[in-house]
T-cell receptor, first 115, second 114 residues
Framework: EAGVTQSPTHLIKTRGQQATLRCSPI?????VYWYQQALGLGLQFLLW???????NRGNFPPRFSGRQFPNYSSELNVNALELEDSALYLC??????????????FGPGTRLLVL | AQSVTQLGSHVSVSEGALVLLRCNYS??????LFWYVQYPNQGLQLLLK??????LVKGINGFEAEFKKSETSFHLTKPSAHMSDAAEYFC????????????FGTGTRLTVIP
C-alpha cells in the first residue's frame, strides 16, 4: 500500500512569490493535515481538511491557505513568501475524524527554501 | 491549551545502553499521547500511541512508553540502544475532544555511540 506522497520534494522560491505544495493521502484516508517544521520552531500545525472542508487552522496568517480535492488530495498554498517561511512542510493523512480511531501517517515532506 | 515538553534536546547513549527520552504534557484532562521518530531527510513515523487503554504501551522497534497521570508524563524507553535508533524523536498530544491536530514537543535528537 502506497504511503502519503508529497510533491515536490524541494522547492526554491524568492521572497514575494507564491508556492504550491501537493499531498496525496493514503488510499481510503479522508483527512489531510499540514504541518510546518521550521528550524528552531519545531513542528507546528497548519491546516486540517476532511471530506473537502477545512476543519481547523493553526496560528498562521491568511496567506497560508489550501484546499482538498474530491479525491482527497490536498494543496497548500503560501502567498507573498517571506524568508521565515523556509521550512519542511509535512503532510499527514488519517482515515477517521477522531484521531484515537486512526493514526496520522506522514509523508516525506516538501522542503521550501525562500531566498 | 495543549502543550508538551521534551526534556533534553540532545541525548547520547552507548550502543546497548538504556534509552530514556522524557515527555511531559500540560492539560487538565489527560490527552491522547504519541511518540514519532524522524530519520534524516524523512517524514515522521509513529512509534506508539496512548489512547486510554493500557498505561504501558509497546511500540515498534522495541520501544515502549508508560503513561503516568500523577506525573503527567509519557517517557519513551528502550532497554538496549541500537545504532539504527539514531534519529529525532517527537512527543505529541491531541485533546480527547475538539481539534484533531497534533501538538508536538520540540524534539530530542538521539545519538548512539558505538
Amino acid at each position: 500500500e502506497a504511503g502519503v506522497t508529497q510533491s515536490p520534494t524541494h522547492l526554491i522560491k524568492t521572497r514575494g512569490q507564491q508556492a504550491t505544495l501537493r499531498c496525496s493521502p493514503i488510499s481510503g484516508h479522508t483527512s489531510v493535515y499540514w504541518y510546518q517544521q521550521a528550524l528552531g520552531l519545531g513542528l507546528q500545525f497548519l491546516l486540517w481538511y476532511d471530506e473537502g472542508e477545512e476543519r481547523n487552522r493553526g496560528n498562521f496568517p491568511p496567506r497560508f491557505s489550501g484546499r482538498q480535492f474530491p479525491n482527497y488530495s490536498s494543496e497548500l498554498n503560501v502567498n507573498a513568501l517571506e524568508l521565515e517561511d523556509s521550512a519542511l512542510y509535512l503532510c499527514a493523512s488519517s482515515s477517521a475524524v477522531r484521531i484515537q480511531e486512526e493514526t496520522q501517517y506522514f509523508g516525506p515532506g516538501t522542503r521550501l527554501l525562500v531566498l | 491549551a495543549q502543550s508538551v515538553t521534551q526534556l533534553g534536546s540532545h541525548v547520547s547513549v552507548s550502543e546497548g545502553a538504556l534509552v530514556l527520552l522524557r515527555c511531559n504534557y500540560s492539560s487538565s484532562v489527560p490527552p491522547y499521547l504519541f511518540w514519532y521518530v524522524q530519520y534524516p531527510n524523512q517524514g515522521l513515523q509513529l512509534l506508539l500511541k496512548y489512547t486510554s487503554a493500557a498505561t504501558l504501551v509497546k511500540g515498534i522497534n522495541g520501544f515502549e512508553a508508560e503513561f503516568k497521570k500523577s506525573e503527567t508524563s509519557f517517557h519513551l524507553t528502550k532497554p538496549s540502544a541500537h545504532m539504527s535508533d539514531a534519529a529525532e524523536y517527537f512527543c505529541a498530544v491531541t485533546p480527547k475532544t475538539g481539534a484533531n491536530n497534533l501538538f508536538f514537543g520540540t524534539g530530542t535528537r538521539l545519538t548512539v555511540i558505538p
